[in-house]
């Protein structure tokens, strides 16, 4: 016989056993509301026992339901244009984001349990959408429309607004809301406008006459704006301000970050500023925590790879590392195998610059400039906290190196990343910055390489026969293929033929012959020749395979790979 469930917690106490409430101020706020009648939590609100933030986060964990705090949302035009002002005032709903893809609207409520007030905004919506609500309190909910409708939240229509100066006419009658601003509008729409379309990357780039904006989406810049000259002070300082920057300092590079609530989960931007001929340009790097840490069985690589990363990581002790040039995904690679790894019975703590993304009971440190750690003194630092695995974040220069080979011969695990071109031109450049050979053999475990590639749109990419050269490059021993794919455009992907991206890998596992040549400084035609012989698969083979099977086209791939050795040339 099945035990019975136990019995959830009631919010008061819930409240109390939190910390957030004493035992006597829950019996003040209960007999109030048994005077009252209101909600025990709008009592305890009024009484000033705790904030509506802190209830709306308690009722989340009582009710198993997600929270959004309205006040660090970033609004979503699309989600606002599916439910009118009045049904939102009407049935104290705030429509959060539209997410386009999977056909569903955020949006936040006081009572996420409202059967009724879920179907009367189902019934509202086109036809396949669904809703997904969020817990909000009903004086956030309020407050939210009251700031967010009545404001044109598109870029065009925004810069329309500025253009023919209705901003001019509507400001006083909203003068005190720092969002009847127009610029605050603008720099708001196109974060959220890049953050949609999956950008990586945001340029604001000042010319003599105009503003580029571009987004890097899947690693390809794209111009999506031309904007008037006049508009850049203005949006600069916003960004300024948004990212804690000075908006004094013209002259010199700054850094600045800032994190917001975007398409209903929170987003984080690096900003940094460049003086320039033209002003200053601006960069943002978009770092998104719900799709950095990819679980290593969901990464986007073959079984034969992905067992082979994991019998290395099955070895207590050494070095792996990944390598590539900036931008090619070591970082992703590295938190997958980090996630991986992570659990309650091995320490695992890392040396970033800076940490991108939080890791749940993993201890992560950034380098400080203020207190001069450097990854050398931050390694040193770490090997007294009696660490199990460790991270660097990148092996710059000989004493980051030797620390990390240090590390791996006293009994640990580590990880870190190195600039280099292939898996195997990772042993010239640790000679290069100071590492023994007799230090590099019996320590490395591993060496990944990997590019980042653009995948065809499985909904328009077209079948075609390929040419002699492509014919040429394709031939295995598996024979040419018949047919390869080529990229064609639709609306799913806004007339590319490519969406999204997926790695290209080659994985090196060191074992003793392969130590040995590298303690003899082999030439690298020798350490290739016995690599080979094991089984090692090159990038070009990785994307040989993912281009025969349609995954990708030889044009992309050329553009990070080098094929000219399969030509002869």
Known sequence: MNAPAPARKRIGDQ????????????????????????????????????????????????????????????????????????????????????????????????????ILTIDRISAALPEGVNVEPLLASEQEVMLAIDQFYGFELSIDGILHEIETGEFDIRANEFEGKEFSHPTVRLVDAFLTDAVKKDASDIHFEPEEGFLRVRYRIDGVLRQVRSLHRKYWPAIVVRLKVLAGMNIAEVRAPQDGHMSL????????????????????????????????????????????????????????????????????????TLYSLLNYLNDESVNIMTLEDPVEYPMPMIRQSSLNSAVKMDFAGGIRSLMRQDPDIILVGEMRDADTANMGFRAAMTGHQVFSTLHTNSALGAFLRLRDIGVEPSMMAGNIIGLVGQRLVRKLCHHCRREDTPTDLEIQLLNTEAGAPDIIYRAEGCDKCEQRGYKGRMALLEILKMDE?????????????????????????????????????????????????????????
């Open 15 to 114: 409240l109390i056993d939190s910390g957030v409430i004493s035992a006597d101020q829950l019996s003040i706020a209960v007999l109030e509301q048994k005077r009252s009648g209101e909600r025990l939590g709008g009592v305890l609100v009024r009484l000033g026992f705790l904030t509506e933030s802190v209830l709306k986060e308690a009722l989340g964990e009582h009710l198993g339901q997600d929270s959004v705090n309205l006040r660090e949302v970033v609004p979503d035009s699309d989600a606002i244009a599916l439910i009118s002002k009045s049904l939102a005032v009407k049935l104290k709903v705030m429509p959060v984001s539209y997410l386009a893809d999977q056909q569903k609207l955020l949006l936040a409520m006081p009572d996420t349990f409202d």
């Open 261 to 332: 609530k975007i398409t209903g989960h929170p987003i984080d931007f690096r900003v940094a500023s460049q003086p320039t001929l033209h002003g200053e340009n601006v960069v943002l790097r978009i770092l998104d925590r719900s799709k950095a840490i990819v679980p290593l069985d969901e990464l986007d690589i073959s079984d034969y790879q992905r067992n082979l990363l994991k019998l290395m990581m099955a070895r207590p002790e050494g070095i792996i590392l990944v390598t590539g040039p900036t931008g090619s995904g070591k970082t992703t």
């Open 513 to 569: 012959d392969l130590d040995e040549l590298v303690a003899q400084q082999a030439p690298m035609r020798e350490l290739s020749a016995l690599a080979t012989s094991k089984g090692y698969l090159r990038l070009v083979d990785d994307a040989i395979t993912r281009v025969r099977s349609g995954d990708t086209t030889i044009d992309e791939v050329s553009r990070v790979i080098d094929f000219s050795a399969r030509l002869g040339m």
